[in-house]
């Protein structure tokens, strides 16, 4: 079951980061962030109440409360980074800089968790960068390129903190309740993104949000609530390694979505890149 629960996140994923785009086009990015963790908090901990798992938080130890709050601080930093850089640049740029943190959390998971390397994970490794490196470079003439080239670091740091919120959430959730854990993880989230927004003193901005912002911020953290909640189910009972290659596979209904929402289109290059990094995903999954 854990490889349907790694797809139903990603296929939540994907929708996330298009409606987010839509919500922050005219919002400052952490602000945003901060608004749309409201609503991943009070999914999150509704569901803890429904399932009554939030009886047993007594039973949680200080190994996974340490792990659980560093993952959550890893969420948030990602999150902040990656909304800066859907800011800035396009979707169907962003997020495949993002979703390399497959990559990076697959090496982690081999060195810090000891779970199995084997060949077709090797060049499963080398089509996801291939295919990442042809979604992000641009052909000559393309306008949709933005201008402001920051968006590249922002996706960077993205993808660093999101492996890091891999690895760290697989070692606190283990022995706790999956929907429990993502309900403290988010409550680590929403402490440090709104501790960004008073620090830089845009919380004012709220006053000048409309109503279409809002509907789009709501319904992209309901998404993020809803991946969230299967992708740490499937990683408590499955390997990091192959957990967070299906998960990034989001990147497939963000380019969908993008296309119906966002008309934002991929060039032929993108394309390939995007049929590679695919096939390279899949590829991990052979032995399964």
């Known amino acids: 079951m854990w490889v349907l629960y790694a797809f139903c996140s990603a296929l939540f994923a994907g929708l996330t980061a298009v409606l987010a785009k839509i919500g922050i086009k ?3 990015s952490h602000l945003a962030t ?3 963790t409201i609503v991943v908090v009070v999914f999150a901990w509704l569901i803890v109440l429904i399932v009554g798992s939030g009886e047993t938080i007594s039973t949680i130890d200080g190994h996974s409360w340490l792990f659980l709050i560093l993952s959550g601080l890893a969420t948030g930093a990602s999150w902040i980074c990656y909304f800066r850089a859907l800011q800035l640049g396009n979707v169907n740029q962003v997020t495949p800089i993002d979703k390399s943190s497959t990559v990076l959390t697959m090496l982690l998971a081999f060195i810090l968790l000891g779970e199995p390397l084997s060949s077709n994970m090797v ?3 080398i089509l996801i960068l291939g295919g990442t490196y042809l979604m992000i470079e ?3 003439g393309e ?3 933005p201008k402001n080239k920051n968006w590249l670091f922002w996706a960077v740091l993205s993808a660093i903190f999101a492996s890091l919120t891999a690895i760290w959430g697989k070692i606190g959730i283990t022995g ?3 929907n429990l854990g993502t309900a403290i993880r988010t409550m680590v989230v929403l402490l440090l993104a709104w501790a960004i927004v008073f620090a830089q003193g845009t919380q004012k901005e709220i006053c000048r949000i409309d109503k279409k912002s809002w509907l789009f911020l709501l319904l992209s953290g309901v998404a993020t609530g809803c991946s969230w909640l299967f992708y ?3 990683l408590q009972e499955g390997p990091a390694s192959i957990v967070a290659p299906i998960d990034k596979l989001s990147i497939l209904f963000t380019v969908g979505f993008s296309y119906l929402l966002l008309r934002e289109k991929l060039n032929k290059k993108a394309l390939l890149g995007l049929i590679i990094l695919t096939a390279g995903t899949l590829l991990l999954l052979w032995k399964f």
């Open 26 to 28: 005219d919002i400052n």
């Open 34 to 36: 901060a608004l749309r």
């Open 123 to 125: 060049l499963g490794i």
């Open 138 to 140: 641009r052909q000559s």
């Open 143 to 145: 306008d949709a390129t």
């Open 176 to 178: 706790v309740e999956s």
């Open 232 to 234: 740490y189910r499937a």
